[in-house]
């Protein structure tokens, strides 16, 4: 709940003659609503992004199968849509059981986190800046939990649920046992606790993270997706491999940038693939014109 009883005074306290129109709209919504309520909000953010965001992709799979699977890196694999209804209810039916505890532990995770909810907000180069610190971050410890995810005990115990597609969807994003969508909330929370935030930049990088890891798990290599545009970031290709070669696999552990696969060499595997990929398609075109007819070509598409 911000301070002022009315923006005269919101402008006075920030010593200016005005506010921005986005501090004002702020101003004007968040006034005099308390804190716990605008720190919730997060919970029916990613609700409503998860609930949306990778419908596009099945529907068009679905309904104009002849645009999609040209891109699908396992086209042969078709996901019923009774399975990706299963999907999201069980990961929307874990994340609303998340929300009372939360509710719980608010005061102490506002404290401990220092998240501003007031006036000025910040920034553009300061949101630019904490939103690339957190996913460095999160980044990085998480690639080190996926790693202990699976070994044996971690992998038979916990993980293996979210393994149970081998060939991803966008919903599959957070279809895991509850204890892991517990444990993976720590590195995402781990950035905005290191370098604390506007309530407003909290909602953004929750919001983009889960945008990023649908379009991870969503079965698709499109060349003209702006995602390639982020640098060192994997996409759906790389972490795709990761859901293809099974639940003991020893690759692309990271989850959306591929530094630390390369760093600790957890990507040879999926390099030795890429490369079998090549020759093989290679071969094939050879075959092709020297009239050999149609060539096999087996495996995803990169």
């Known amino acids: 709940m911000i ?8 402008e006075a306290a920030l010593g200016r003659a005005s506010m921005s129109q986005a501090e004002a709209a702020w101003f004007h919504y968040s006034a005099t609503m308390p804190d716990h309520w605008l720190f919730c ?62 509710r719980l532990v608010y005061p102490a995770v506002v404290k401990m986190m220092e998240i501003r909810m007031g006036l000025p907000l910040p920034s553009a180069g300061e949101i630019v800046a904490q939103l690339v610190v957190y996913s460095v971050v999160e980044d990085y410890l998480n690639y080190w939990i996926h790693r202990l995810l699976h070994t044996k005990w971690g992998y038979d115990k916990i993980h293996r649920v979210h393994h149970e597609f ?7 994003m957070s279809y895991s ?23 407003i930049v909290h909602w953004l990088w ?16 499109f060349p003209f997706s702006p995602t390639k545009l982020i640098p060192f970031y994997g996409g759906a290709k790389h972490h795709d491999f990761h859901h293809y070669t099974g ?33 093989l398609k290679k071969l094939g075109e050879n075959n092709m014109e020297q009239g050999g007819g149609n060539a096999f070509y087996g495996g995803k598409e990169d």
């Open 3 to 10: 301070p002022y009883a009315t923006a005269a005074e919101a």
């Open 41 to 102: 909000h997060i919970s029916f953010v990613l609700l409503l992004v998860y609930t949306l965001v990778p419908l596009p992709l099945l529907l068009l799979e679905k309904f104009a199968p002849a645009v999609a699977l040209p891109y699908k890196l396992q086209p042969l694999v078709r996901i019923p849509p009774a399975a990706s209804l299963r999907c999201y209810r069980d990961a929307a039916c874990i994340f609303l059981f998340s929300i009372g505890p939360l």
């Open 166 to 172: 081998t060939a991803p969807v966008g919903y599959t």
């Open 177 to 199: 046992h509850w204890a892991e969508n517990i444990i993976l909330a720590i590195p995402a929370l781990a950035g905005p606790t290191i370098v604390p935030c506007h309530i």
């Open 206 to 221: 929750f919001s983009i993270r889960l945008i990023l890891g649908i379009d991870t798990h969503n079965g698709y290599n």
């Open 247 to 279: 639940g003991y696999t020893h690759s692309n552990f990271a989850p959306l940038f591929t530094y630390c696969d390369y760093i600790y060499r957890t990507n040879k595997g999926y390099r030795y693939h890429k490369a079998s990929q090549a020759k």
